[in-house]
């Protein structure tokens, strides 16, 4: 299964997203979406899991959750907006982390892509960056890989000028 990763969109998903995405089963998005329209477009391009982000209104909200938590090609996945990096979760992480024992944690919001292995919790920590135009961010990114069996392989690092 190909996953693709995105977060901080804060409403772009254009060609260059497209393009990087199109080969992915489905696409994950850790939230500041930028609205319902842009989800629901991102969903009928490819499946969709995703969580609200701190510039994500009410709607948003409705539909999508402060944390997922799932099951993906025999790795078990939690997903936030805002979840600190190893050795730096936010309070409210670290719960989840400490409940739900994921093999793979994916959070946004710092802009800065980040893939780091966590010994302590024995998980695999993505932060995909900003795919979105908007932001500190000087390069928009996002990841791709492959899990099978619970294993990862294949990691891809998207990169595009913002515009």
Not at 57 to 71: K, P, T
Not at 108 to 137: Q, R, T
Request: charged share 20%; net charge neutral.
């Amino acid at each position: 299964m190909k996953i693709g990763v995105i977060s901080d969109t804060h409403g772009t998903f254009d060609a260059a997203l497209e393009s990087f995405l199109a080969p992915c089963d489905e696409i994950w998005h850790a939230g500041d979406i930028g609205s319902l329209e842009l989800a629901d477009r991102i969903s009928a391009f490819r499946p969709l899991r995703a969580v609200y982000g701190n510039i994500d209104g009410g709607i948003i909200r409705r539909v999508y959750h402060e944390f997922n938590y799932f099951e993906a090609a025999g790795a078990t996945v939690l997903m936030t907006h805002i979840g600190g990096y190893p050795r730096h979760y936010s309070p409210k992480a670290l719960q989840h982390i400490h409940g739900a024992r994921p093999k793979i944690f994916v959070a946004g919001h710092s802009h800065i892509l980040k893939v780091i292995y966590d010994p302590v919790y024995d998980m695999l920590f993505l932060n995909p960056g900003a795919a979105g135009n908007y932001g500190v961010h000087k390069v928009r990114t996002a990841l791709r890989f492959d899990i099978d069996a619970g294993k990862i392989s294949n990691m891809e690092i998207g990169e595009w000028n913002k515009g």
